[in-house]
């Protein structure tokens, strides 16, 4: 399935297509929630709370 059909799923409120998403992008998410060496759990679930917010706003151009 394309990346695509996952988000436009996701956008219609599948839960499963948007624990696929999040999963696709969690070693970013954990990456830029290192800070100074230190994970930071609540950086982290900011950066889920603002992807989750992007999957929604997000609109295909063409």
């Known amino acids: 399935m394309s990346f695509e059909m996952i988000l436009q799923q996701a956008q219609e409120g599948d839960p499963e297509a948007k624990a696929k998403i999040v999963e696709m992008y969690k070693p970013l998410l954990i990456k830029h929630a290192i ?14 709370r603002v992807l989750l917010y992007c999957i929604k706003k997000f609109r295909f151009i063409g």
């Open 35 to 48: 800070v100074e060496g230190v994970f930071d759990e609540d950086l982290y679930q900011e950066l889920n």
